[in-house]
């Protein structure tokens, strides 16, 4: 019977505990609309039938409602409003309320790319690997415009805003590979910002974690995203996210705002940067490309003359992906690279 | 024959033959035949006919950029433009459709020409700012489509930010020459308030005004109390993008989720903008064609003003799945199941009329169908969103799209073009031809479900909207949308070309050809320059007062 | 209705016109009043829209809002207060000699309310240029050291842009006051028709409304 009703709606299968509950309302809603609306139609069209005009000029009693008739006219569809209503809500409260064992999973929206961190574990781009019969939690957050992640299958649907996180949560009921769709306009490529839930079975899910913690890089999730719709500049910020974690940038260097031996990269980019000779640079391409070819040319005040030069040692497009990488850690509210559990307050609830 | 005036207005040939005060009171067509008398003009008819021609034209602009939009959907991957292209115009065909059609078609046009008749007033309170409020439009509208020309907007037309305010395409013209015309809608609103308040005729109580004053009246509420919230928004977005405020900017702290309390704070409400007058009309045209004074007149009055408060209390339900806090979603879907009863009321009083009545199946009864179909369906998925569960799949896909085209817009054009054919004699004193005006009826309301009936399904699939390409299991049905949408396209067609063709050859209408009792009627068709000649109209009955003899036995209620 | 007021000196001042389109002068006076009310209701929502972003934006900074109005300059605003409260007193002086046709009378109060405009204005300048100066400016273009917390310079964007557009009003204001004014001085105000004077002065007592609103939120609290 659902099935059936599945087919006459158009709905994509179900593989999530919400998706049950929104699809039951979704059928009761949908009869209800068509036996009132037939009741009204078949009315109206037996009226305009019967009281069809015989005359020009004919003239009519003068019909007015009793108030009884008013009343059935307010009750009437206020009981069945505030019926959906009561069974629409309950279900949303379910929806913005994970349960408390769930699992987390990151997740920021970028143009046009989505990014999947686990607290500890791997990054993904654009597939996101989860349990079966399990609660998962997503916590949203973007980098530049708002997006909005959307499973048709398990009909979840949660915008991620720049500057703050969000979340939703689901239970994926069965084994599959389910397609995650942007549907929040963000731009030229908002059509192409595809991803892909693959939800595993549950032995399936630990062998992919063991692989993933001991996995040679090849087999890692990081390698195997299809990096193919990402733009080309954040195409580069990835680069150069491994070229500065292979270079050894990230000993002297953080991006988490904390300063080290040297600077922190976080919201470096742009900003206006006082030297030991009280000279103001703002940290532009040029300065950072200087920096790393000529470090000991401008030194930022309180921190020592220790940096190697790395002329010779980055090619032209490497030392660009770098600069990319560095004005992609531009936000400060928004935590970037390998997922180290990042620090957050949990949300409200 | 009943003695009173206004029954003999009432009727057919009761009228003193126009040509027998031809040379001292010429219609208002006539009156007056330079350009500058038209452009110049304070007579509430004529702005109203300058607003029929501009409306029209941008309807045909909104409609040339659907059309490309709707080709483009026609295969999975690029059809006939490229994504930036595409983008743009999704966004145009918002803004034009919004902006410059739906929200001034049915006040500017039938507000303005109607209004003053059915108050028995020679004019509008304010004929100068009604003059003015046009040519706000205009400016608006010139600005507008300037910044269109010259590299147009993707935003899509709710403008959110941050991506408003990053885009390198060019929102400033378009953003600024809409908060213009919103001054054009503001001036209309405050106008046809006070109107309402000091010009009606003396016998016409507020419970004997038509039901389209009643309409228009709530309508011009919220047009006055919601527009300048818009101007502001706008205002501001355009300056972000011009100088970086950082208002709505995430990295300086600024809120994007503000941006849209404020912007659907006005678009909220801007949906009954649309929409009331819609309704308005079609309490005229069910009553004029049933011959039936309206089923539940005060219920119908009031719950147009019930929309128009609940509405400005209703805007969080289009943001329940952008990080609303749970108990707000819940306030917000309880305020929008009220707005579904207010409109359920109406249905139900507009079938109730036609209840012991005498109807007639003309061209605007046909678009009375029509119009009751798609309020059912429309308001009826309306709630379904309320239920805030159900919108979370729903929410910005093609659901959504279907939704408000069936209830904003496919009530509005019903009532735009039902009420263009039931006061086309009144305007022109011309007819159409009754023939076509049913072809192209039935065309329309056919094509307009062949272009939605798909895109609710697709909706239920899980298309998002303002998608340039989609994933291929879509196409049938975004191919069944692009064919409904020609089919509607060519309706318009027709009756463009019979309305046309009816306007310099139609045979002259009757002051009355449809025998209607509606206020508007008692007095010539085309109007006097004011309106009336002679002793004006008495008012002893209420609108749509059909029964005879005058003073019958009022039967029970039922 | 009927009382015969005052003439002033140099003559009867003229009848007012009864548009063709209306039934009576009262109603005409009546429709013209609704109109303005209408219009001020849509004024305070375009101000509303400003209030509702100042107070999502003080809920969310309070350390930076708190510091930002402590910044203002009390003395300045203060001053501007009363200057801008004593001008709505004599534009309503206005309306009162206005009834009585005495329009010598009108045009003096007008005068004085466009004086004290023009010093608010001119204090505002101060109050503007400082800022300039020492660069607490809206949004990136924020440089002003001695405050630097998150959301400063939202705060100062909401400062700019209400002051802003209040002035803006302002200078609306002052420009339809003194056309009032000259329309006073050809002697053209009565009991009979004093609209226009009423109305400029209805006009003139939102922009006082607005800034008694915009005082306490952006230098007291």
């Not at chain 1, 006459?8 to 009761?28: G, N, Q």
């Not at chain 2, 263009?420 to 039935?442: D, I, N, R, T």
């Amino acid at each position: 019977m659902n099935e059936l009703l599945n087919d006459i709606l158009f709905l994509p299968e179900r593989a999530s505990t919400f998706a049950d509950r929104v699809d039951t309302l979704h059928y009761f809603v949908v009869g209800v609309t068509m036996v009132a609306s037939l009741a009204v139609g078949t009315a109206a069209l037996f009226f305009f039938f019967r009281y069809r005009r015989r005359k020009p000029a004919q003239t009519t009693e003068y019909v007015v409602p009793s108030v009884k008739t008013e009343f059935l006219f307010v009750s009437l569809p206020l009981i069945f409003f505030l019926t959906w209503f009561a069974i629409g809500y309950r279900d949303f409260v379910f929806y913005t309320t994970p349960p408390k064992d769930a699992m987390d999973v990151y997740v920021m929206g970028k143009q046009w790319m989505w990014k999947f961190s686990y607290p500890e574990g791997p990054n993904g781009v654009n597939v996101l690997h989860v349990p079966a019969n399990r609660p998962v939690r997503l916590l949203l957050t973007s980098r530049d415009v708002i997006h909005s992640f959307f499973v048709p299958s398990f009909r979840i649907k949660m915008d991620a805003l720049p500057g703050r996180y969000t979340q939703t949560w689901f239970e994926a009921t069965k084994p599959g590979t389910y397609q995650i769709l942007c549907t929040e306009y963000c731009g030229l490529s908002h059509s192409k910002m595809l991803g892909e839930v693959v939800v595993l079975s549950a032995e399936d899910w630990d062998n992919w974690v063991k692989e993933q913690r001991q996995g040679k890089l090849p087999n890692r999730q990081d390698a195997l995203a299809d990096l193919s719709l990402v733009p080309h500049s954040a195409r580069m910020a990835e680069q150069g996210q491994a070229l500065a974690a292979n270079q050894g940038c990230f000993k002297c260097h953080t991006v988490n705002g904390e300063p080290h031996i040297g600077p922190t990269f976080l919201g470096m980019y742009g900003r206006l940067e006082t030297m030991q000779t009280g000279q103001k640079i703002l940290v532009d391409e040029a300065f950072i490309t200087q920096s790393m070819m000529d470090p000991g040319a401008y030194i930022l005040a309180g921190f020592p003359n220790v940096m190697p030069t790395y002329q010779g040692k980055l090619t032209g497009p490497q030392s660009a992906a770098i600069v990319e990488y560095i004005k992609s850690l531009r936000t400060p509210d928004i935590r970037t690279g390998a997922s180290r559990g990042p620090v957050y307050e949990p949300l409200s609830q | 024959m009943s003695p009173s005036p206004s029954s003999i207005a009432a009727e057919p040939g009761a009228v003193p033959a126009p040509d027998s005060h031809h040379e001292h009171h010429p219609s208002y067509l006539i009156d007056g035949t330079t350009v500058k008398s038209w452009l110049l003009s304070l007579d509430h008819k004529r702005i109203g006919l300058m607003y029929l021609f501009w409306v029209l034209l941008f309807f045909l602009v909104g409609g040339i950029y659907a059309l490309v939009v709707r080709l483009e959907l026609l295969t999975p991957g690029p059809t006939i433009i490229d994504a930036m292209t595409y983008n743009r115009a999704f966004t145009m065909h918002g803004v034009v459709m919004i902006f410059l059609f739906m929200i001034p078609a049915i006040p500017g046009v039938f507000g303005n020409f109607m209004l003053p008749l059915m108050l028995g007033a020679k004019d509008v309170a304010f004929p100068r700012l009604n003059l003015a409020s046009l040519y706000i439009l205009l400016t608006g509208a010139i600005i507008a489509i300037w910044g269109m020309i010259n590299g147009g907007m993707d935003t899509g037309w709710t403008f959110y930010t941050p991506y408003s305010t990053q885009t390198t395409t060019t929102v400033a013209p378009i953003l600024f020459g809409a908060f213009i015309i919103g001054f054009s809608s503001i001036a209309t609103g405050i106008n046809f308030i006070v109107t309402t308040h000091t010009m009606r005729a003396p016998g016409i109580t507020w419970f004997k005004m038509p039901l389209f004053v009643w309409a228009m009246y709530a309508t011009s509420c919220i047009q006055v109390l919601a527009t300048p919230v818009l101007g502001l928004v706008l205002l501001l977005v355009v300056g972000e993008n011009l100088f970086n405020f950082g208002i709505f900017d995430p990295s300086r702290g600024g809120d994007p989720v503000l941006f849209q309390h404020l912007f659907w704070f006005y678009s909220h409400p801007a949906v009954y903008i649309m929409v009331l007058p819609a309704f308005g009309v079609m309490s005229e045209v069910v009553s004029a064609f049933s011959r039936k004074n309206i089923f539940g007149y005060r219920a119908i009055a009031f719950s147009s003003l019930g929309i128009a408060f609940v509405g400005f209390f209703a805007w969080g339900h289009h943001m329940f799945v952008s990080g609303q806090s749970t108990f707000d979603a819940g306030v917000f879907a309880v305020l929008t199941m009220l707005v579904g009863v207010f409109t359920a009321i109406k249905v139900f009083n507009w079938v109730g009329t036609v209840y012991k009545g005498a109807v007639d199946f003309k061209t605007p009864f046909a678009y009375f169908c029509g119009f009751l179909y798609f309020t059912v369906f429309g308001g009826m998925t309306g709630v379904a969103f309320g239920t805030a569960s159900l919108d979370v799949p729903w929410h910005d896909t093609y659901f959504v799209v279907a939704h408000f085209h069936f209830i904003m817009v496919g009530a509005t054009i019903m009532a735009f073009m039902a009420a263009l054919h039931y006061w086309f004699p009144k305007m022109f004193g011309k007819m159409y031809h009754e023939g076509w005006g049913l072809v192209s009826a039935a065309l329309i309301i056919l094509g307009f479900n062949a272009t939605f009936i798909p895109q609710f399904l697709l909706g239920n699939m899980g298309m998002p909207r303002r998608y340039y390409e989609y994933p291929e299991r879509f196409q049938n049905l975004n191919v069944a949308s692009t064919a409904g949408a020609s089919l509607l396209a060519f309706g318009f067609v027709i009756a463009a070309v019979y309305l046309t063709y009816a306007l310099i050859y139609g045979r002259r209408a009757s002051a009355n050809p449809w025998r209607s009792r509606g206020y508007e009627w008692l007095t010539e068709s085309p109007p006097p320059t004011h309106n009336f000649v002679g002793p004006q109209p008495t008012y002893d009955e209420e609108p749509h007062f059909y029964v005879e003899p005058k003073k019958a036995e009022v039967p029970d209620a039922v | 209705m009927q009382s015969n007021p005052t003439a002033d000196a140099v003559g009867a001042p003229p009848p007012p016109k009864l548009a063709m389109h209306f039934a009576s002068l009262e109603v005409q006076h009546h429709a013209a009043r609704l109109g303005m009310w209408l219009f001020l209701a849509t004024e305070i929502l375009l101000f509303a829209g400003l209030f509702t972003l100042y107070a999502g934006y003080r809920f969310l900074f309070p350390e930076a809002w708190a510091a930002g109005s402590r910044s203002l300059d009390l003395t300045m605003g203060t001053i501007n207060t009363i200057v801008l409260i004593t001008s709505s007193f004599t534009a309503a002086m206005a309306v009162h000699y206005a009834k009585e046709a005495k329009n010598k009378m009108v045009v003096l109060m007008f005068v004085l309310t466009l004086a004290m405009a023009g010093a608010f204005l001119v204090i505002k300048g101060f109050e503007y240029s400082h800022k300039l100066h020492v660069g607490a400016l809206p949004g990136f273009r924020y440089h002003y050291d001695a405050i630097q917390l998150p959301g400063a310079p939202l705060f100062f964007t909401v400062y700019w842009l209400s002051t802003g557009l209040h002035a803006f009003h302002v200078i609306v204001g002052m420009c339809v006051l003194a056309w009032i004014t000259t329309k006073a001085a050809k002697n053209q105000f009565s009991y009979h028709n004093y609209t226009a004077v009423e109305l400029g002065s209805m006009y003139w007592h939102l922009v006082d409304l607005v800034w008694i609103f915009l005082f306490p939120m952006l230098y007291l609290v």
